[in-house]
């Protein structure tokens, strides 16, 4: 759906074309999370989206990297995203600009890896200016409800195949914290250490969102999920990304990249006569002293055949 050439730095660098959804996957400070954080921050600049705070970070990205270049073209439309920044020591003041830019049309939504403690503990929680408005958006759906009209026909099927399985149903917002009701007790979601938590509430914020169209990047959704909720929340994803709304996921758990690659089994599982999402696998591998970004196919039928290819960037 979108080919993505970047370069940050000296530090990272790649080509990829990204589907419906794109897993990306690399060692520990290969960079994944950063570039993430700066497409959202390119798009929402040049959506004019809370422009002072979003511009204010990618200067701060722009003096560590001392170059920023990020260029989004889409296959399907005549969008195209041009972003370069400039900074270090060499300049007074770091700068961007995206001269070049034609109309992009989508807008971003970045949920961080401390988004679950985020939920878990308060409201008022130290964040970036940058997910100011994801986290206005989430506590006004979480506190208000969800319409089941606004939910999509696809998500009402699995939704009433799931039934209780979907723990989210049972949260809510109280004085600004967030507590889970259980056996008609109200118990606060700091205390309570419910396997689904995270993955039900990330449903529902994705059911939100998903009206939009918008490009979704997850920072590594699946940590800390039961195994059982990591098929929650594949299939989820699947479906969502079958809506027009193209995820990037950076993760390092291979049950996670399996099961998202073998959905067919999940869909079996609850009876669901689906159609996969297109999948794209990105690795950052370490070629000399900074990493690159690369396709690697990921149709094999079985893990086994890529695995060695793919624990090698943790080497």
């Known amino acids: 759906m979108y080919n993505v050439r970047f370069v940050l730095g000296d530090f990272s660098e790649g080509e990829f074309n990204t589907k419906d959804l794109t897993i990306l996957m690399g060692p520990p400070g290969s960079g994944k999370t950063i ?7 390119a798009v929402s600049l040049y959506k004019k989206d809370l422009e ?3 511009d204010s970070e990618l200067r701060d990205f722009a003096d ?45 939504y970045m949920i961080p890896h401390y988004f679950d403690p985020l939920l878990r503990f308060t409201l008022f929680f130290p964040f970036q200016w940058s997910d100011i408005k994801f986290i206005l958006v989430a506590s006004k759906m979480l506190s208000e409800g969800l319409p089941l009209r606004n939910i999509p026909s696809e998500l009402k099927e699995i939704i009433y195949k799931m039934g209780d399985k979907l723990y989210s149903n049972r949260f809510k917002t109280k004085f600004k914290r967030f507590v889970e009701t259980i056996d008609g ?25 998903a009206r939009d169209e918008p490009l979704v990047m997850l920072d590594e959704p699946d940590i800390g999920l039961h195994p059982s909720a990591v098929k929650q929340l594949a299939l989820f994803l699947h479906v969502l990304a079958r809506m027009n709304m193209p995820m990037i996921i950076a993760t390092h758990n291979l049950f996670f990249l399996d099961t998202l690659r073998n959905i067919d089994k999940v869909f ?21 002293k900074r990493f690159k970004a690369e396709n690697i196919d990921p149709a094999s039928s079985n893990i086994e055949s890529y695995v060695d290819e793919i624990l090698k960037i943790y080497t």
Do not use: W
């Open 268 to 288: 079996d599982e609850f009876d669901l006569d689906l159609d996969p999402a297109e999948i794209s696998l990105v690795v950052m591998r370490k070629v000399g």
């Open 64 to 108: 560590i990297l001392e170059r920023i270049e990020i260029e989004i073209n889409s296959e399907d439309h005549e969008e195209k995203l041009i972003l370069k920044c400039a900074g270090g020591r060499s300049f007074e003041e770091a700068a961007c600009d995206s001269a070049g830019s034609r109309e992009f049309k989508r807008q971003t």
């Open 35 to 41: 570039l993430m954080r700066v497409i959202h921050d």
């Open 52 to 54: 002072a705070y979003v």
């Open 185 to 209: 007790k109200e118990i606060p979601a700091s205390i309570s250490a419910a396997s689904f938590l995270r993955v039900g509430l990330l449903i529902h914020l994705l059911m939100y969102i």
